[in-house]
């Protein structure tokens, strides 16, 4: 596998799940990122982790909660969804945070909440 | 205000055209500014990138960057109809990365 890799890229749950999105980088980067991509809408920064720290949060729900292990892998566990959470979510990695930290990103799983 | 404003579109060229698409920013401390293209359903992929005052040439890519008027600009020279997407401009800020919302671009045969 090469780049960045998504799972899965399709999801439908219920408002009552509990389900994981996982995001694995294979380019040696020691920054993550997850960003939330609805309809119409520029892409929404929500988490940001370098070298397994999180050094962003931009005031995410905690319905949605991070998860990084090593650098090369995060997740994003999801717990009593809203269905205005239905949405493309991306995972990002880059090296760190200079000024050529270009963001390479995932596929991104589709999430639809009923 | 924005902080990342573009044109959401659709801008339709002719194949073979000059596509020209323009991004605005509102922080003047910005420093860094890229291009991303996404096709329907898929992720962003970087195009370039640039940091410096002028033009940056990558292949049929054109990216222009003006500091003092606080604007970028992508040119796509002999528009393919492989080249209809939403493009992505994106500015970097103290580390941070702002997206807009996109410009849709549709190359017509």
């Known amino acids: 596998e090469t780049g960045v890799t998504q799972t899965p890229r399709h999801l439908v749950m219920g408002m009552t799940n509990k389900k994981s999105l996982k995001c694995e980088q294979h380019l040696g980067h020691n920054a993550m990122y997850w960003y939330k991509q609805s309809a119409k809408k520029p892409l929404e920064l929500m988490f940001v982790?370098?070298?397994?720290?999180?050094?962003e949060n931009n005031s995410v729900p905690s319905r949605f909660s991070p998860e990084c292990p090593n650098s090369s892998h995060l997740f994003l566990h999801l717990h009593t969804l809203q269905p205005e959470d239905s949405a493309l979510y991306l995972c990002?990695?880059?090296?760190?945070?200079?000024?050529?930290?270009?963001?390479?990103f995932g596929p991104g799983t589709r999430l639809t909440v009923l | 205000q924005k902080e990342v404003e573009q044109n959401s579109g659709p801008l339709s060229v002719p194949e073979g055209a000059i596509a020209s698409l323009n991004c605005t920013y509102s922080d003047r401390g910005s420093q860094s500014f890229f291009w991303y293209r996404q096709y329907s359903g898929k992720s962003p992929e970087l195009i370039m990138f640039i940091y410096s005052n002028g033009d940056k040439e990558d292949g049929r890519f054109t990216a222009q960057l003006n500091k003092a008027s606080q604007y970028v600009s992508l040119l796509i020279r002999d528009s393919q109809p492989s080249d209809s997407a939403t493009y992505l401009c994106a500015v970097k800020s103290w580390g941070k990365l702002q997206f807009g919302a996109g410009t849709q671009v549709v190359v017509t045969p």
């Open positions: 982790y370098n070298f397994k720290e999180q050094t």
């Open positions: 990002a990695s880059s090296t760190t945070s200079d000024r050529t930290d270009t963001q390479y």
